[in-house]
């Protein structure tokens, strides 16, 4: 496992930008697919954006297409998810996740074997 801390969450208006980081520590973090999911009150947590342990394959949920960019620095074990056209509906707590590497990105919540805390987005109308 890797150990994940978020940061970048905040509260903003329609149509900002935010940029969300998550620093992994741990000698595996190259090795690992990573993802971003978010969960907003009274609702599961769902997938959002995942990148493979290469960088080469990425995925998004159909909601964010176009207005989220995820990337990762393996150098800087960091992975990021950048938000553009912020969305009232894109108001969650925002968390970061990883998994052993895989070519695939997997979406799914139970997958995944590591976890931040998370950092919340408000979006604001």
């Known amino acids: 496992q890797v150990q994940l801390v978020e940061s970048g969450g905040g509260l903003v208006q329609t149509g900002d930008s935010l940029r969300l980081s998550c620093v992994a520590s741990?000698?595996?973090?190259?090795?690992?697919?990573m993802g971003w999911f978010r969960q907003a009150p009274g609702k599961e947590r769902e997938f959002v954006a995942g990148i493979n342990w290469r960088g080469d394959n990425t995925r998004y949920t159909d909601s964010v297409k176009g207005r989220f960019t995820i990337s990762r620095d393996n150098a800087k074990t960091t992975v990021f998810l950048q938000m553009n056209s912020l969305k009232p509906e894109d108001t969650a707590v925002y968390y970061c996740?990883?998994?052993?590497?895989?070519?695939?990105?997997?979406?799914?919540?139970?997958?995944?074997?590591?976890w931040g805390q998370g950092t919340q987005v408000t979006v604001s109308s």
């Open positions: 741990g000698r595996t973090f190259s090795t690992y697919n």
């Open positions: 996740a990883g998994r052993p590497g895989s070519i695939v990105v997997i979406t799914t919540v139970r997958d995944y074997n590591s």
